[in-house]
T-cell receptor, first 112, second 114 residues
Framework: AQSVAQPEDQVNVAEGNPLTVKCTYSVSGNPYLFWYVQYPNRGLQFLLK????DNLVKGSYGFEAEFNKSQTSFHLKKPSALVSDSALYFC??????????WGAGTKLIIKP | DVKVTQSSRYLVKRTGEKVFLECVQDMDHENMFWYRQDPGLGLRLIYFSYDVKMKEKGDIPEGYSVSREKKERFSLILESASTNQTSMYLC?????????????FGPGTRLLVL
């Protein structure tokens, strides 16, 4: 079955430290992978996507994600967290019907 | 920039009422989507449309219908609202074509059914 897992409901990071939000997927064929962010009471904003090419994808707001085919993972990273990065983060993968399958979301809390 | 707007940010309705949620996008996108978002469940696809007057069921279409009479507008209809339809509703749009799967979202409508 095609699926996306975000194993952590919440991630807590001190401001200035590196952050990682985890995502693993299961999909047939080559994966198209996405990260979105949702700030409080807002819609989702696109951060970055992986389709092909370099395994390290750079996106908005200083975020990047690393595609690892052998581990079927697409973890979101940032070298130095900001308090303003506190939000809900969603990973998604395109399925064989060209629709997006969404993870349950990870709440990221950055403490000053 | 892509802009997707939704008619209401917050709605309060009573059980049994007919509810209309409107979504408009200004980037001439072919595809439009309606999701509901519930804590711990992520986004679940209700309906989508890939062209005017076309619609396809998503994962949870029961209790909902949609209408797409114009390319830029996609409406979600709750024929008879129930309390289990209390949720955040998100509209999105995207362009058709290879590498064009990025979906752009509206701000959401938080619906409370009493």
């Amino acid at each position: 079955a095609q699926s996306v897992a975000q194993p952590e409901d919440q991630v807590n990071v001190a401001e200035g430290n590196p952050l990682t939000v985890k995502c693993t997927y299961s999909v047939s064929g080559n994966p198209y992978l996405f990260w979105y962010v949702q700030y409080p009471n807002r819609g989702l904003q696109f951060l970055l996507k992986y389709i092909t090419g370099d395994n390290l994808v750079k996106g908005s707001y200083g975020f990047e994600a690393e595609f690892n085919k052998s581990q079927t993972s697409f973890h979101l990273k940032k070298p130095s967290a900001l308090v303003s990065d506190s939000a809900l983060y969603f990973c998604a993968v395109r399925d064989s019907n060209y629709q997006l399958i969404w993870g349950a979301g990870t709440k990221l809390i950055i403490k000053p | 920039d892509v802009k997707v707007t939704q008619s209401s940010r917050y709605l309060v309705k009573r059980t049994g009422e007919k509810v209309f949620l409107e979504c408009v996008q200004d980037m001439d996108h072919e595809n439009m989507f309606w999701y509901r978002q519930d804590p711990g469940l992520g986004l679940r696809l209700i309906y989508f449309s890939y062209d005017v007057k076309m619609k396809e069921k998503g994962d949870i279409p029961e209790g909902y219908s949609v209408s797409r009479e114009k390319k830029e507008r996609f409406s979600l209809i709750l024929e008879s609202a129930s309390t289990n339809q209390t949720s955040m509703y998100l509209c999105a749009s995207s362009r058709t074509g290879v590498r064009q799967e990025t979906q752009y979202f509206g701000p959401g409508t938080r619906l409370l059914v009493l």
